[in-house]
């Protein structure tokens, strides 16, 4: 299952590219460039599906919620409602 197609290197923050690259080629270039299987690798994009759980404690003071929605990609015309909604109800 692990082959070029379906993986992903990703860093964030002061990473020097090149570096990134080389360990990249050093730890991953032995893994086959095509896949053994006849599985798909094209996946159909994943589908926000609602779900709605409750859980009472009368010990508790707090309350612990967890709001999720679709989101929108950087080039959407919602992206910027969306992260003053964002900022609106909390972020952490």
């Known amino acids: 299952h692990y082959t ?14 090149g570096e990134l690259v080389k360990l990249s080629e050093t730890y991953f270039a032995h893994h086959p460039a095509e896949s053994r299987t006849s599985l798909a690798v094209d996946f159909d994009p994943a589908k926000f599906t609602a779900t709605e ?16 929605f679709n ?12 992260m003053v909604l964002q900022t609106m109800l909390g972020q952490w």
């Open 4 to 17: 070029a197609p379906r993986m992903v290197v990703a860093a964030a923050g002061a990473v020097d590219h």
């Open 53 to 68: 759980e409750r859980q009472a404690c009368d010990k508790e003071q707090r309350a612990h919620i967890a709001i999720g």
């Open 71 to 82: 989101g929108a990609s950087w080039t959407s015309e919602y992206a910027i409602p969306l």
